[in-house]
């Protein structure tokens, strides 16, 4: 295992290493995780965030009626309940 070693700043701050960024795909802006296991922490980028998500989904190009389908969801299930209360 290499070890590579830096200074804790007054703050509390670090830089990590370019070889470290290199090695986790690291750029400005990423989230990363220190992990803790007793006396020791591993440092790993993080899977996911809000800022990660934030633009992986685009918006639908045709306004939707959000009421309208909210009725027609209640229609469905009250359909779906009478074809069933019929059954019995």
């Known amino acids: 295992m290499k070890e590579i070693t830096t200074t804790v ?19 400005p802006k990423d989230k990363v995780t220190f992990q803790l296991d007793g006396t020791e922490v ?4 993080a899977s996911f965030t809000l800022e990660s998500a934030f633009g992986s989904v685009t918006p639908s190009t045709r306004p939707e009626d959000i009421d309208a389908i909210i009725e027609a969801a ?3 299930k009250i359909d779906k309940e009478i074809r069933q209360l019929n059954r019995a």
């Open 42 to 45: 591993r440092l790993a980028a």
């Open 74 to 76: 209640k229609a469905d």
């Open 9 to 27: 700043t007054q703050r509390g701050q670090v830089t990590i290493p370019a070889e470290v960024r290199r090695a986790l795909g690291l750029k």
